[in-house]
């Protein structure tokens, strides 16, 4: 006689199988899933195996049944759809703050949500396109833990890191820890930043995860802060260049026709433009000066010019001028 233990796993292992290997246009045939259960040492028959499926419907796992001499059954709804995997595949491959080993794992856990077909050809179609990630292995723990100070209201305790000319760590604030209010984890231009109130600086900054050591979930409470109440993290993060935050300025800028994809791929498409009489176009956005910012208003040659604040237009002028004086012979 079957225990409710044995049977429970038979169920297990026959939606396994079928949430697996199947999807409507692959469906599986009662011969085959018999015999995939049986080398498994699963001992089940066609009768059985019929009201084994029943039960899972029952229960809110949907196995679908093409009646024919025998029958063809599969899993149409997956969690995920094979775009959704495909996308996520990609990003995972792109995200240089993932180590290749733990990319290596991570995609074929996506693959596997997929299916065997179908997660073995997504592999095979994959370009591993990003040859810089990172080396450290600490990230998935840093995420977690962050994670963790956010749910529990604590402080975020850890050191901070750069990399001399030999990739040596070299600890900022000789190597003293930061206590940081935590707000978000954000992913930017592949890195990942933890986003969080610096009391000392009274700020709201970014700190790669990748560069934080010795991670904590503080003793320490989370300061209830004002800045978070009114802080917008989209709006934020539309005004930053690079995570590379400084003051907060509105810019009324002057742009080719040509730019006008780039402006919204920036700052939005609730961006509003003014077409001018030379065929040019004006608008303006909120954006955090800093050396990155400069650099991106340059990068468009003629195309694009910061029309004011006149303080803007100064030290945008600054920039250039710094930056002709570096190749003067």
């Given at each position: ?32 899933l ?51 995997i ?58 977690e ?45 592949d ?26 979930v ?34 009324r ?29 004006e ?15 340059c990068?468009f ?29």
């Amino acid at each position: 006689m079957m225990t409710d233990k044995i049977l429970k796993l038979k169920l297990v292992k026959i939606w396994e199988i079928l949430s697996q290997e199947t999807d409507e246009e692959n469906p599986m045939g009662t011969t085959e899933l018999l015999q995939k259960l049986n080398s498994i040492g699963i001992d089940c028959d066609r009768r059985t195996l019929y009201a084994d499926i029943d039960a899972l419907n029952e229960c809110g796992y949907e196995i679908l049944c093409r009646r024919s001499k025998s029958n063809m059954y599969y899993v149409k709804d997956r969690k995920f759809s094979i775009a959704e995997i495909r996308i996520m595949m990609d990003a995972v491959q792109a995200a240089g703050f993932i180590t290749d080993k733990q990319t290596e794992v991570f995609v074929e856990k996506l693959a596997f949500l997929a299916g065997s077909r179908r997660g073995e050809a997504l592999k095979d179609n994959i370009v591993a396109f990003n040859d810089t990630k990172t080396d450290n292995p600490t990230i998935y723990a840093n995420v977690e833990i962050i994670t963790e100070a956010i749910q529990n209201n604590k402080k975020v305790k850890f050191t901070y890191f750069d990399f001399d000319n030999n990739h040596k760590r070299v600890y900022r604030k000789e190597g003293k820890f930061y206590y940081i209010n935590p707000y978000a984890l954000v992913m930017d231009n592949d890195n990942y930043y933890f986003l969080g109130y610096d009391m000392f600086h009274n700020n709201m900054m970014h700190y790669r995860v990748d560069r934080m050591d010795s991670v904590q979930v503080s003793r320490h409470d989370k300061e209830e802060l004002k800045e978070f109440e009114k802080f917008d993290i989209k709006k934020h993060k539309k005004q930053l260049f690079g995570m590379y935050g400084g003051e907060g300025q509105e810019v009324r800028f002057r742009v080719d026709k040509s730019l006008i994809d780039v402006v919204f791929d920036v700052f939005g498409v609730d961006t509003k433009f003014t077409v001018l009489n030379d065929g040019m176009y004006e608008f303006k956005a909120e954006v955090q000066l800093s050396p990155q910012f400069y650099g991106w208003c340059c990068s468009f040659g003629d195309k694009l010019k910061v029309i004011s604040p006149i303080m803007v237009v100064n030290l945008l002028q600054d920039y250039i001028n710094n930056l002709s004086n570096n190749y003067k012979g």
